[in-house]
């Protein structure tokens, strides 16, 4: 199944997404593999089409920083303040995450990667279809897949939908770990955090 615009899908991709269906969306910066957080068995289709190390977290999009707590958690001030100022934005804040109900996301770190994108329509489907996954439409060690003919060639019916917007280029996103409020650089990409924020 193809979609060819994500605006006018949101309510047919939020409903595959809440019966487990992993698809290929577009983030605001590539195209994703894509499926609800909330559900292992979509979690773990993902890493068998990605070929990737079982110890490697995925990012995490979520709509609201309010939404943290479905993941056990509780923002304090200072770090609320920080996420504020950081998001919506290309970059990724790794936060702890202990609750071993979520193994399968942290997988054994007790840290997961969250991201509220800077891409409206994608956070429309947010709202509506909870967090979900995101990770590069790739075999883990090759270059990310930019477009859905190419994707669509290489994992077929594995994926159970597409949402094509044409290609799409982008460097990866920042990736900073969020620790006694202080901000630490794990990837440098697009986004510069003002120095004041880092902890050196």
Not at 50 to 60: A, L, M, N, V
Not at 65 to 77: K, M, Y
């Amino acid at each position: 199944m193809v979609f060819d615009s994500l605006d006018k899908n949101i309510p047919a991709i939020s409903a595959l997404l809440a019966k487990g269906s992993v698809g290929v969306i577009p983030s605001d910066t590539l195209y994703g593999f894509s499926c609800s957080a909330l559900n292992k068995a979509s979690v773990e289709k993902i890493y068998e089409l990605k070929q990737r190390e079982s110890t490697k977290p995925f990012i995490i999009l979520i709509d609201s920083i309010s939404r943290l707590i479905d993941f056990g958690i509780v923002a304090n001030t200072t770090e609320n303040n920080i996420l504020e100022k950081l998001w919506p934005n290309k970059i990724s804040v790794i936060l702890d995450c202990g609750d071993e109900k979520f193994e399968y996301l942290h997988r054994g770190t007790k840290q997961i990667a969250f991201r509220i994108p800077k891409y409206e329509e994608l956070l429309q489907l947010l709202k509506i279809s909870g967090p979900i996954v995101s990770t590069t439409v790739n075999v883990s060690g090759d270059e990310p897949i930019n477009n859905i003919a190419r994707a669509k060639a290489t994992f077929g019916e594995k994926v159970d939908f597409y949402v094509d917007l044409g290609p799409r280029f982008s460097t990866p996103t920042t990736v900073v770990k969020l620790s006694n409020g202080f901000l630490s650089v794990v990837r440098q990409g697009d986004y510069v955090i003002p120095s004041l924020m880092l902890k050196y």
